[in-house]
């Protein structure tokens, strides 16, 4: 009997000193946050596109404003490359450079100008684009990592960007009167024997809109992309709680 007693105390002690060092020890149970739970299908949708529609408007404000493009080294729109080989040689002769060099110079500003106007058609088409976007499109954006919001964007309003574009970028041309020295230049050059003497051997297309439409939206996605990895890679970008929500998500399915 004093064997059984002395077994069960022992017991009785070694249980109560257990009891004692779990309450001392510290609980560590990781509950869910509103920032680290899973989003809803509405909140997916509606963060993606708040963090969507401020990258856009960054975009488009900064571009759209006097000098972004002709005063910028990186979005600067120079003239077309088959043109701009042929420039040096326009500009080492006297005789070439005071009959066109002028009117070359006007056609840069022109182009520029042209894009930066163009710049202010962008935002309701973007917008419209974001007001589409599924749950599906929006989950796979999130997933998709740098560039995959812009690449969307890009897939679902490239046609209506550059329609909106042309006529903006048509007016500066017209402007500055540049088809009445342009296509003249073009089509001299694009003469059989000229092409032969410059070493071209494909027409230079004189289109001048549609060179500048292309390059003002192609300045456009990447300013955009630009803000859209930001919003990815810098958490300080996320200015909302759903936007935390959703970025953070986002980064816990790639790890």
């Known amino acids: 009997m004093r064997i059984h007693s002395l077994t069960a105390i022992l017991a009785g002690t070694f249980f109560l000193s257990a009891c004692d060092i779990l309450n001392q020890m510290p609980v ?50 120079l003239l077309p490359k088959e043109v701009r080989d042929l420039e040096s040689k326009i500009r080492n002769n006297a005789v070439l450079n005071a009959a066109i060099g002028g009117q070359l110079d006007k056609a840069v500003k022109a182009m520029n100008d042209g894009a930066e106007n163009a710049m202010g058609k962008a935002m309701p088409i973007f917008k419209d684009a974001v007001m589409k976007m599924t749950f599906t499109d929006a989950m796979s954006i999130l997933r998709g990592g740098n560039g995959a919001a812009t690449l969307y964007l890009k897939n679902n309003t490239s046609t209506s960007l550059q329609a909106a574009f042309k006529p903006v970028i048509e007016n500066a041309l017209n402007e500055a009167k540049i088809t009445e ?20 051997k494909q027409d230079i297309n004189p289109d001048l ?37 959703v970025f953070n998500y986002a980064e816990s399915q790639k790890k």
């Open 209 to 245: 809109n549609a060179y500048v439409t292309e390059r003002a939206t192609t300045a456009l996605f990447q300013e955009i992309e630009q803000q859209e990895n930001a919003i990815r890679a810098n958490p300080v970008e996320r200015t909302t709680a759903l936007l935390k929500k």
């Open 28 to 77: 560590q149970i990781t509950l869910p946050t509103a920032e680290n739970s899973i989003p809803t299908e509405s909140e997916a949708s509606s963060g993606l596109g708040e963090a969507l529609i401020n990258g856009i408007e960054k975009g488009t404000t900064t571009l759209n404003k006097p000098g972004a493009f002709f005063q910028s080294a990186v979005r600067k729109i």
């Open 181 to 200: 020295y342009w296509n003249p230049i073009i089509r001299e050059i694009n003469k059989p024997l000229n092409k032969t003497l410059l070493g071209i």
